[in-house]
């Protein structure tokens, strides 16, 4: 990582002190920061845990007190019935369908829209990029009810296209993060392709597109669990039960088994599973890719 | 002929660019400028979705400022960014200390912190309901080890708000990352020469670390604010449905200017409701804004202060 070594850490120290003192001290703040982070990780663990013990509790043993960590027995018609309550697996094509067209609008438009800012010289750029960074900024509160009057007027309400279509058009997130990565890629290289008798947009498609995967993977899986963990967007456009995304259907079956806790976790370790997978595949670029968001000012 | 050929490149150019940023330019007027004017239009009309607007005047902001569940409202939302806000910094920072370590196992640390970050929604929100149980849940079963009644953290007005900041704070690791991009940032020759100055742990951190991590504090500042006036998924399903809450102490602000516009259908109200919060919540973005050169420190300003004096 070749990092400088944080205020923890100890370097070859400028004035010795004496040796086997300096050893103690080392070990002793290792030690401490070792604990800490396996208190903290349990703070992180325990909840899934719990989660998913209650998942497979039966009706009268989840509510022995104190609780069971390991239920006996394991209820694994927990799920199968979470299944039965719900249509789960609906809710789940249904999200993904819109996973799909989002990510692909979000990829193909700030691609686009990046490559636009960053490669062309035109005038006002300036201006309009710090308009992209700015419209970060505008609460969402501030858009919803126009936004919904807009679908409503297209005749788009209870469709997703409302949840769909906007990504066509860029993301100011993205676009800013994807602009900083472009700006790192040398002229040069579009400057061979054009030599070569390519159009901007094959030098985009041939040259850039390859070199920007890394940023393109950290779209892909933002937008992922971005789609994946929206609640408000069904809840405001979609009416048919039938059209309902994870997330709504999963509200609803809140409302409707409130007390079940056994079911409700089966249901909500079913719904995370997919956001764990792709984490424990996406881990390094989701946390390479925060860290690198570039807050240099 | 050499300029004219130059010019008409340049303008080849131009064009080429303005093409690519179309979609985004469609977008920016379409999704962001006609709504935040359109917004503020309806702010000045009654709508109720199925008759078309017609104008109010002041009405709706004047009912705003009378309503006492807009003040619990503010309330709610400014207790929680009050509590939350340092509270993830501090921890954030705290938690990015010791993950910029080289020790073994880091990656593990490092990925289990983040992950709480990625996934929030609904299911997480059913998740710590069962959790803050007040007979069955793991927060009181553990506060019982230890001998501590615990409260009915749901049902309980005093307790309502510290529940959702405890579930934000899970979610720390999102800033703890951010952090650890600063801290990796940080040129080496800073500490380097620190050290030859004999500056002691504590110096180091509070003359060169905190300094130089004032941009993500900066960033985490504005998006927390902004980040509190949208709270709503975990308030509409805790409370049951986008209720209150206990005295309605979970009515977040966008808990209730949804409730006003999706369920009572005040669109208006909900248009003026919204603007007024996102005034307040830009003010306070420009306060912290405005602060920033007192105590956000810029590369620029850096490679005059630091390196070796």
Redesign the interface.
């Known amino acids: 990582m070749g990092t400088p070594s944080s205020i923890l850490t100890t370097d070859e120290p400028i004035h010795p002190v004496n040796r086997s003192t300096r050893r103690t001290r080392t070990f002793v703040a290792r030690l401490v920061v070792y604990l800490a982070m396996i208190v903290l990780s349990l703070a992180v663990l325990i909840p899934f845990i719990w989660m998913i013990s209650t998942s497979l509790k039966s009706s009268s043993t989840m509510w022995s007190f104190p609780p069971k960590w390991i239920p006996k027995p394991f209820e694994w018609k927990n799920y199968s019935q979470a299944f039965h309550e719900v249509p789960l697996a609906r809710y789940f094509g249904n999200t993904m369908i819109i996973e799909f067209f989002v990510i692909l609008g979000q990829v193909l438009s700030c691609t686009l829209i990046a490559y636009g800012f960053s490669r062309f010289r035109f005038r006002g750029r300036e201006v309009l990029f710090m308009i992209v960074l700015a419209t970060m900024l505008i609460p969402q509160q501030v858009t919803m009810i126009p936004m919904f009057e807009m679908f409503k007027w297209l005749g788009w309400i209870n469709t997703y296209l409302p949840l769909t279509v906007p990504s066509y058009f860029g993301n100011p997130f993205y676009i800013f993060m994807m602009r900083q990565f472009l700006q790192t890629i040398p002229l040069d290289l579009d400057e061979a392709a054009k030599i070569d008798g390519a159009n901007s947009f094959q030098t985009l498609w041939r040259i850039i597109v390859p070199l920007l995967r890394s940023s393109i993977m950290i779209v892909i899986v933002f937008t992922f669990t971005d789609v994946y963990n929206d609640f408000m967007g069904p809840l405001i456009y979609l009416d048919d039960p039938n059209k309902f995304t994870l997330a709504v259907g999963l509200e609803n079956f809140v409302s409707g088994f409130g007390t079940e806790w056994n079911l409700l976790m089966a249901g909500s370790t079913v719904a995370l599973l997919p956001l764990l997978i792709l984490y424990y595949f996406a881990q390094k670029q989701l946390i390479g890719g925060i860290a690198s968001m570039g807050l240099k000012g | 002929m050499q300029a004219t050929r130059r010019s008409k490149l340049?303008r080849n150019?131009?064009?080429?660019?303005?093409?690519?940023?179309l979609?985004?330019?469609?977008?920016?007027l379409?999704?962001?400028a006609?709504?935040?004017l359109?917004?503020l239009y309806?702010s000045f009309n009654h709508w109720d979705?199925y008759q078309p607007p017609h104008w109010v005047g002041l009405a709706n902001y004047r009912l705003l400022f009378r309503d006492p569940l807009f003040y619990k409202s503010l309330e709610v939302t400014l207790t929680y960014s009050a509590m939350y806000i340092p509270l993830s910094l501090v921890l954030g920072l705290l938690?990015s200390?010791?993950l910029?370590?080289?020790?073994k196992g880091i990656g593990i640390?490092?990925?289990?912190?983040?992950?709480?970050s990625?996934?929030?929604?609904?299911?997480?929100s059913?998740?710590?309901?069962?959790?803050f149980?007040k007979?069955?849940g793991?927060i009181n079963?553990l506060l019982?080890l230890v001998g501590i009644k615990g409260p009915d953290w749901l049902n309980n007005p005093h307790w309502i708000v510290p529940v959702y900041v405890i579930m934000g704070l899970?979610g720390v690791?999102?800033s703890a990352?951010?952090f650890?991009?600063?801290?990796?940032?940080?040129?080496?020759h800073?500490?380097e020469a620190a050290?030859?100055d004999?500056a002691s742990?504590?110096q180091?951190?509070w003359k060169i670390?905190l300094p130089q991590l004032t941009?993500?504090i900066f960033?985490l500042l504005?998006t927390g604010i902004?980040g509190s006036?949208?709270v709503?998924?975990s308030a509409?399903?805790i409370n049951?449905?986008g209720a209150g809450g206990p005295d309605n102490a979970g009515l977040f602000?966008?808990l209730y200017?949804?409730n006003q516009?999706?369920q009572q259908y005040n669109?208006g109200y909900?248009?003026a409701?919204?603007?007024i919060?996102?005034l307040i919540?830009?003010i306070l973005?420009v306060i912290v804004y405005r602060t920033q050169n007192k105590w956000?420190y810029?590369?620029a300003d850096l490679s005059n202060k630091g390196g070796r004096s």
């Open positions: 340049v150019e131009g064009l080429t660019g303005y093409l690519y940023i979609p985004w330019i469609i977008g920016f379409a999704f962001s006609f709504p935040i359109d917004s309806l979705i938690i200390l010791m910029n370590l080289k020790i640390f490092r990925t289990l912190f983040y992950l709480p990625v996934i929030s929604g609904v299911a997480v059913m998740l710590w309901m069962w959790i149980n007979d069955y793991l079963y019982s899970w690791g999102g990352v951010l650890l991009g600063g801290l990796q940032n940080i040129p080496k800073l500490y050290q030859i004999g742990v504590w180091r951190f670390t941009p993500t960033f504005l902004v006036f949208q709503f998924t509409y399903v049951g449905r602000y966008m200017l949804f516009a999706f669109m909900a248009s409701m919204a603007w919060g996102g919540s830009m973005a956000v810029y590369e």
